[in-house]
């Protein structure tokens, strides 16, 4: 399935061959926003494989949160699993992620292993 993206995305810098989980902050509009990255493994057999995981599949998903940056504190506008190609709103923002690989050895490691973790983020108004 592909989707036709309904906002003009600008990339979110994730490194992947830095490992999960990671967590960084974006200046969008007039707000910061943290997003967090995790990848959550139920099945222990996939941690011996020697390839990356197109995620999800079944024993393995990467979830996401979004949070906004206030003045009282942070807000949780998004936390959910990420699927390639389908494009989710989280309040004021749209996000799209069209490649989900981790290879096994960037869960909770670092690396050059092929991992690929590619998505975007847009203003869906001013915030």
Avoid at 4 to 15: A, G, N, S
Avoid at 18 to 27: H, T
Avoid at 49 to 78: D, H, K
Avoid at 106 to 116: F, P, V
């Amino acid at each position: 399935m592909t989707t036709t993206p309904h906002h003009p995305y600008l990339r979110i810098p994730i490194d992947a061959d830095q490992g999960f989980p990671q967590a960084l902050r974006i200046s969008l509009g007039q707000r910061i926003y943290v997003l967090s990255a995790h990848v959550n493994v139920t099945d222990e057999e996939l941690l011996r494989a020697t390839t990356p995981l197109r995620l999800p599949c079944p024993g393995a998903f990467l979830a996401l949160e979004v949070s906004a940056e206030e003045t009282t504190g942070t807000r949780v506008l998004f936390r959910r699993k990420v699927v390639p190609d389908l494009e989710y709103e989280a309040q004021e923002l749209a996000l799209l992620f069209t490649d989900l690989s981790v290879d096994p050895r960037n869960i909770n490691g670092s690396g050059a292993y092929g991992s690929s973790v590619v998505g975007g983020v847009a203003l869906r108004w001013a915030s």
